[in-house]
């Protein structure tokens, strides 16, 4: 059988040229011993005769290099298959044999990679002794490996290749299910310096990009699969699975249409510390482009510019009340009342008694006699101070729900309160039947790194961080913060959510130091139940190990009372936007909310007191998005971006007071005259 030898010369000169040109080799998936009898079948009638007992190349040897390595084959630039058998031979015998076996192969997908615990596959030669003067020399397929192909670690060979096939399942599904617009977007945030620690990732969303946009235009599934089983090879793990990190999770988010605001506040959730606090507000360039076409065909331009609004800017069916002699100009010598001085503060307390009311009663009932009306600025109330903005260019389409240009911001640039804000931001709960909440490291410029932490005493409990839940009671601490960061108010947070699972008692609420850091400034805290809010400053350094007694908080056949152990700020007067708090302060209109103007019910409502001498010092945002009209909704991102930027410019003569929600439980004491004086106290 020498005329065989350039036979497995031309097959391992074909393996070699495979090995050098693609580097990688994998094997199909086929029936061994079809295979095996595929090849002994297509030998020309006469060219496979009968040796003794068998046919001349049915071999074992021959046998066992078919069956292992038969079915290698490796994947051309253009995600072909190229089989060891597919190349040109002369040699009538074996043409056919080795055209049937590549036919075979091309039928059938790649299994996995190929690998080897041998060194050499098949054997070169063995002698047979027919007779002692007979001895005849027989020559094999045989192949010796590379050693990149043969396995010299720990690992077994399913291992490995159950490794390889987990890659190449991933990568597909990536490719499969994340789409080019996604990586695209995700590339934008990240050259903006937009997504949490996005810049790590930079380099592979690149990479896979390239693949993506490659794998895209492939003609079919075979050349698909080829593609991936060679990419997620030739790939580092961190590209080939990418669809398993936090990134892919964000990139499948994207892909499947979530809005891009909750895809990265899940993707940050993963990855980001809970203090942190997104720099920049989430847009792309080509959202930008598709608000600006936007903006422009609804012909919104000149409704961006936004500044506040003013007397003149309202229409009389619009004013619930207006006292005409604050808005034209003329002093108010009107005493309200004669016991009080309007600069004396006045205890809340005293106003436990009066008369309630609901909003709609007075405005329906009591509101058509009345003369003069001054409300009584608790502290707690410091967080409803408001403002009413328009569009500068009063002929200005109406960019909103409803059909006027008029919008409104609450203090602290919020639509709606800010210590409750802060909780809700750092995951905690603030809608329970009690809360007790605590902030530090809330002034600006300075850092302070102490590390307080809310404690209850329930009568069942002890809560705080190292015993965060009463079974008994269900209070829970829900926001638990340890290393303050520079810039971001830390906050801490304990609630009860059902009072009927309370137990009758003293729930004592204090602030403990455990670790003084630096810190100098102290904290404020909140208790809140029954719709009444608590607000509590303590302006000194807390020393370590130190702790400070807020309140006790009794509950008895299911309603809390309140022991003060600080006086909390509902009780000290303070400056704020012009008006000093827990006085009275007249009132020039009430006025609903602008998306209830004209007749419109757009929303929740609200109820505008404009105060004299009232004035907003800040620069808010012109608008929310939740005012936007319904066909700016995709672009709600970019508009946030827009409200950010173009601030509302400062003016004394503006509509500023206090406004309330008809959604959210709250009261307000208020001075009426008209017939009579009396006092009020209107609930919402």
Not at 148 to 177: C, M, P, R, W
Not at 502 to 511: L, P, Q, R
Not at 523 to 531: K, L, P, Q, Y
Request: glycine share 4%.
């Amino acid at each position: 059988m020498s005329n065989f030898i350039p036979i497995r010369d031309a097959l391992n000169k074909n393996i070699d040229s495979m090995i050098k040109q693609y580097k990688k080799l994998y094997v199909v998936h086929i029936d061994k011993d079809e295979f095996w009898n595929l090849y002994l079948d297509s030998f020309p009638k006469g060219t496979n005769e009968i040796f003794k007992e068998r046919r001349e190349y049915d071999c074992n040897y021959c046998k066992s290099f078919i069956r292992h390595m038969g079915n290698v084959v490796a994947i051309t630039e253009d995600n072909q298959l190229k089989s060891i058998w597919d190349f040109a031979i002369d040699d009538n015998r074996f043409t056919p044999v080795f055209k049937a076996l590549t036919q075979y192969i091309y039928k059938h997908n790649i299994q996995n990679i190929f690998i080897s615990n041998d060194k050499t596959l098949g054997i070169k030669q063995n002698r047979q002794i027919i007779t002692p003067h007979n001895i005849t020399t027989w020559n094999h397929f045989y192949y010796e490996l590379p050693k990149e192909f043969i396995n010299n670690s720990y690992d077994t060979i399913e291992t490995i290749k159950g490794n390889k096939h987990a890659s190449y399942t991933v990568f597909k599904g990536s490719l499969q299910q994340i789409t080019i617009d996604a990586i695209e977007i995700i590339l934008e945030l990240i050259n903006s310096n937009t997504l949490y620690k996005g810049i790590e990732w930079k380099h592979q969303l690149e990479t896979l990009l390239d693949y993506k946009q490659k794998y895209d235009i492939l003609k079919n599934d075979i050349e698909r699969d080829n593609f991936i089983w060679k990419a997620s090879i030739e790939l580092n793990e961190s590209i080939s699975r990418i669809k398993n990190h936090s990134i892919g999770n964000l990139l499948l988010d994207i892909s499947e249409g979530m809005d891009l605001n909750e895809a990265v506040k899940r993707y940050e959730k993963i990855v980001a510390p809970t203090s942190y606090k997104r720099p920049k507000a989430i847009y792309t360039q080509k959202m930008i482009d598709d608000a600006r076409k936007k903006i422009n065909e609804l012909g919104f331009s000149d409704a961006l510019q936004r500044r506040f609004a003013n007397q003149s800017d309202l229409t009389i069916n619009n004013i619930l009340y207006a006292n005409r002699t604050q808005i034209g100009g003329i002093k108010d010598e009107l005493d309200v009342f004669e016991s009080l001085s309007s600069n004396v503060a006045v205890k809340a307390k005293q106003f436990d008694k009066v008369e309630e009311v609901t909003i709609e009663k007075f405005i329906n009932d009591i509101l058509p006699t009345t003369r003069n009306i001054e409300i009584y600025l608790e502290n707690r109330l410091s967080n409803n101070l408001m403002s009413i903005i328009t569009a500068k260019n009063k002929d200005s389409k109406s960019m909103f729900k409803w059909n006027n240009s008029f919008s409104w911001t609450y203090n602290n640039n919020l639509t709606d309160s800010l210590l409750k804000e802060q909780v809700k931001q750092a995951g905690g709960k603030v809608d329970g039947v009690l809360r007790f909440s605590i902030r530090w490291n809330d002034t600006s410029g300075e850092h302070d790194k102490n590390d307080l932490d809310a404690h209850c005493i329930t009568p069942t409990h002890h809560i705080y961080f190292s015993q965060m839940n009463d079974k008994i009671t269900q209070g829970k601490l829900d926001v638990d913060n340890t290393y303050p960061k520079v810039n971001i108010p830390a906050v801490e947070n304990i609630t009860w959510p059902n009072k009927d699972k309370m137990v009758d008692g003293t729930y004592i609420f204090s602030v403990h130091g455990f670790a003084n850091r630096g810190g100098t400034n102290g904290f404020n805290c909140e208790i809140e139940f029954d719709g009444n809010c608590y607000q509590y400053d303590y302006p000194y350094n807390v020393k370590e190990k130190e702790t400070v007694q807020i309140a006790v908080v009794t509950l008895k056949n299911k309603e809390f009372t309140i022991q003060h152990n600080i006086e909390p700020l509902n009780i000290m007067s303070k400056d704020i936007w012009n008006c000093k708090t827990n006085t009275f302060i007249p009132v020039q209109m009430l006025l609903h909310s602008p998306n209830y103007w004209d007749e419109q019910t757009i929303g929740n409502k609200h109820y505008f007191f404009i105060l004299k001498d009232c004035i907003n010092p800040d620069r808010p945002s012109g608008f929310f998005n939740e005012y936007l009209h319904q066909d700016l909704n995709p672009h709600r991102k970019v508009f946030e971006a827009i409200s950010n930027t173009m601030r509302v410019e400062h003016i004394d003569n503006q509509l500023s007071g206090i406004g309330f929600s008809s959604t959210q439980r709250n009261d307000l004491v208020i001075c009426v005259e008209g017939k009579t004086k009396r006092m009020l106290k209107i609930k919402f």
